[in-house]
């Protein structure tokens, strides 16, 4: 795996595996256990690939006999009607890992192929697409990686590695400046955003030392005037309301990061089916 993020595959793939096959694949019960197949999954649509290592591990764990030759790889784009990879071995644990191997598939490539259609929608503006916690539950380090695979790049990964000082933590706290204070005093080494929603927070923001400021539904009159005045001051990150549709027009004010959940909570599967051979 090539990319930065280390996601527990053997330990998604088990969970996976346990849910699936329970006490035993009744149906494949019905195949001679000597049978031998061979088989190609094909991706029915334009995407981009992500999801290789959980796909081979699902296999792997399956029976380490079965074989898997990959014509693609995690972030390549592929074309409707493409082979991606092929497959040989006992016919019982290819049966019975075929839906937990495509479920990965198909949903990581999804994030993949949405996070390459926000990367391609702001290509020249300087802007980068970040992710957000707005994850699958288990499969954050999965949709992250698909993520990267896509193109964007990763926000925090969890509330442990940056601190991001929001509305309710702002209120709790007395203000701005005496969140951003605590959070410098208690962990210097991490990065420090703040969600603001109007300009006079983002001035607070800024003063106060954070690195950078979430600007949480502005308009984009507001998000020029923030840039031309905070721009290379403070990280300039907008979010909120974002979609495909707007992405590039935001992008244009010249903020530094857009987020968008939409990466990772609103993919649509990726059409893939296995074929035997």
């Not at 702001?122 to 802007?127: M, W």
Request: charged residues 25%.
């Amino acid at each position: 795996m090539s990319l930065s993020l280390r996601p527990d595959v053997p330990r998604d793939v088990r969970r996976a595996l346990r849910e699936d096959l329970g006490t035993g694949d009744c149906t494949a019960e019905l195949v001679n256990e000597d049978t031998q197949l061979q088989t190609r999954v094909i991706c029915r649509e334009r995407a981009v690939l992500s999801g290789q290592p959980w796909f081979d591990e699902t296999f792997r764990q399956l029976d380490e006999r079965i074989g898997i030759t990959w014509n693609a790889k995690d972030g390549e784009e592929l074309e409707p009607e493409q082979p991606v990879c092929r497959l040989e071995g006992p016919a019982r644990p290819i049966l019975s890992g075929e839906r937990t191997a495509l479920n990965f598939l198909q949903t990581l490539s999804a994030t993949a192929t949405l996070a390459r259609r926000y990367s391609d929608a702001v290509a020249g503006t300087g802007a980068v697409i970040l992710d957000t916690r707005k994850t699958i539950p288990g499969l954050r380090l999965a949709q992250k990686y698909a993520v990267r695979c896509g193109g964007a790049e990763n926000h925090r990964i969890g509330l442990f590695d940056a601190i991001l000082i929001k509305e309710n933590h702002i209120a709790a706290a007395g203000s701005v400046s005496a969140a951003v204070d605590a959070a410098r005093h208690l962990h210097p080494d991490l990065l420090l955003e703040v969600e603001v929603e109007t300009p006079e927070q983002l001035e607070e923001a800024c003063r106060a030392g954070a690195q950078r400021a979430l600007l949480d539904n502005f308009s984009l009159e507001a998000l020029r005037a923030a840039v031309g005045r905070y721009k290379g001051k403070i990280g300039l990150e907008a979010s909120g309301g974002i979609s495909l549709e707007t992405v590039r027009s935001i992008a244009a004010t010249g903020v530094d990061y857009i987020s968008s959940g939409d990466l990772t909570k609103n993919v649509r599967a990726i059409d893939y089916s296995m074929r035997f051979v």
